[in-house]
C-alpha cells in the first residue's frame, strides 16, 4: 500500500505539555511529521493518517547535542495549538 509523509510546521508562543513526553516543551517552532497512508478503492485519492511525530528540539535550538524524532498524538498536538493561539489571543 503506499504511503506517504506530510511535514508541517507547529508555532508556540508559550511552553506547552504533550502526553508522553517529559516535563514542558518551550516557546518554539517545531517540525512536524504526518504519516499517512493511501485508502484503497475511494473514487478520488483519500489518504488515512497513520502516525504523527515531533522533531525535538525545537528548531531555533543552536546545535543541539542531540535531536530525536518522537510520535505523539495528533489530536492532543491540535489541543495545545488551539490552546496556545487561545491564551495568545
Do not use: C
Request: charged share 25%; glycine share 6%.
Amino acid at each position: 500500500m503506499p504511503d506517504r509523509t506530510t511535514h508541517s510546521i507547529a508555532h508556540f508562543t508559550a511552553p506547552f505539555v504533550l502526553g508522553g513526553l517529559e516535563g514542558q516543551l518551550p516557546t518554539g517552532d517545531y517540525d512536524i511529521d504526518h504519516d499517512e497512508e493511501l485508502i484503497e478503492g475511494m473514487s478520488r485519492l483519500a489518504w488515512r493518517r497513520v502516525a504523527t511525530f515531533i522533531h525535538l528540539p525545537a528548531r531555533a535550538a543552536k546545535n543541539p547535542p542531540t535531536s530525536q524524532l518522537v510520535a505523539i498524538d495528533y489530536l492532543e498536538l491540535e489541543t495545545a495549538l488551539k490552546r496556545d493561539r487561545e491564551n495568545a489571543a
